[in-house]
């Protein structure tokens, strides 16, 4: 590996942590609220990479080498790690939730999302509904035997 190869991979390490840890709302919250649950237990305090936390924890970097997009290209962005982000990208398109606060939060397919949700609730009005006749029934079942006798 030349030098040029060599800083154009760390390069790509760098981008690859901004890209996975550090363009998302959320993920910026959840390396924060790691790295605050981190000190506060440890006290670690200077231990934090100022780089990393720049990189993971900020909505805006002043980076001049780390050109950040919107949306990447494996082989232009990135040459070294393409086939590892190929990789962790179709263990995430696989993974299903498995539990209903899973399921809550997993907005990868919104269509299934909404889906669901209105399965939920539509399906809760109709027994909800069905219970209310049933009784409705009963009640006036009930009022007819008095009349009769």
Request: aromatic residues 12%; charged residues 30%.
């Amino acid at each position: 590996m030349k030098a040029s190869d060599t800083t154009a991979y760390l390069i790509e390490i760098l981008l690859s942590y901004r890209f996975l840890f550090g363009q998302e709302k959320t993920s910026r919250q959840v390396f924060r609220n790691r790295l605050r649950r981190d000190v506060l237990e440890g006290g670690v305090y200077e231990m934090i990479d100022p780089l990393l936390d720049s990189l993971c924890g900020r909505k805006v970097i002043d980076s001049p080498f780390l050109t950040e997009r919107e949306t990447y290209r494996l082989h232009r962005d990135f040459p070294f790690l393409r086939s590892r982000i190929v990789t962790l990208k179709r263990e995430l398109a696989l993974r299903k939730p498995r539990s209903w606060k899973d399921l809550w939060r997993d907005k990868r397919d919104t269509s299934n999302w909404y889906t669901f949700w209105a399965v939920i609730f539509i399906g809760g009005a109709s027994l909800v509904l069905g219970a209310v006749q049933t009784a409705i029934a009963v009640a006036q079942f009930a009022m007819a035997e008095r009349g009769n006798s």
